[in-house]
């Protein structure tokens, strides 16, 4: 169930080099579940005498995997099975609750805690006085009951009053800001950056504080170009990964 | 010159907070270099004490930085100025040396090592056999000196013959592909993920091996759609963030 970046190809035939057909099969175990996120592959000695080739070979087929994205070499560890789950598109229309659902059955988003507050750093994304007020959520988006990103947002009030109650009712944020009459809204920016989380948002994600956050930082505007949602987003980098299609932007 | 992703607010009267008068000094400093990237602030009681002000106001001076991109926390360590220096546009036209000239005279972009091999993995990417060729080029992108992204990729032959040469000879790979008759092409694809580097990486971009990359997967087409050059380009996160920008793709 896996969204991996690159499926594997469909078994080539006879003239396929050995280590295509290895990193073939392999593949098909992580995408079927027989090898899940996150579990350590047998050692390479190991998998080149199941196999029956050399080191080197056995080599090329790791590094083909790594490449597709279904595993990761960690120093001095051994190779893993990529914790993988949640392609994220960024593209005109972005949609969490979309992707989340794409990643399956075992996925949700959910409300941590709202509050209102004064717009202060907020303001000048949302075309407010820094003294306007905005209703700021938080959330907590699950895959297979792990966390994979929590998201800060704020929404302009009093135009978009009731978010929290409409979200917690709703649960989507694409619903809830159809349900107080925001009929369309596109992505108008997206900033993306790395780094160690904080403390706080490594237990929020339930990780060590040694691996890396996807952040994305965002503003969605209506139809009409005005603000309705200003947020940040992190996500744990070993769950989730980016994508932008020129595809999904129409072409020029 | 460093290219935070907001810039300082102009200056406001005197119905700006304490703490937002004291955030844009402090950021003002940063743009104009008196504080430098990677530098350490003072702690906050010596911070307090320069503005007259107490260490609740100081703190919420420092947020708003944080929030703006200025400063960056480390647990237990102190605030610094981030070492942000390249704002890279993933756009439709994706163009790093573009990116690179926009951080100033001191950017650049050199070529590590180049060869021809079998297309192998990059195969299925370029449309080609995999006994078919490429030319792979590996080159290090450093802005103010230090490092901050190393690209790996690949050109398919013998359509492309002579990359390497047309890089080192005209120090871009727009201009290289455009001598070899590509005039045009555009971003079809980009997968953004992060992680720890690997040794290698980590040498070559001069970070410790616990600082997080950023690493974009991607795949350029021709005018006519036919793929020109697929790579990988690993980014040092502390020093590079990417944006996402809809004006960028134009509208639908």
Redesign the interface.
Known sequence: MTAH??PS?SPTGSA??RW?LIADELGADISAGRLAPGQRLPNEAQLAERFGVNRHTLRQAL??LA??GFV??R?GSGTYVRELVLDYA?Q?RTRLTQSLAAAGEQAKRELLASRIEPA??WA?ELGLA?SDSIELLITRSSVRGRPVGVSTAAYPLPRLAGMAEAFARLGSITAALQSLGVADY???????????P??HEADALARA??Q???EV?YLNVDAQGRPVEAGRTVFA??A????????D??Q?
């Open positions: 970046p690159h190809p396929a080099p295509q590094q083909a490449r597709q990761q070499a120093q960024l005109r202060g750093a000048a820094r596109t992505r108008q920016r997206s900033v993306v950056s790395a780094r160690l904080e403390a504080p040694t890396p956050l996807l930082v980098a070993d989730v990964q980016l994508s932008v299609n020129a595809a932007w129409g020029p």
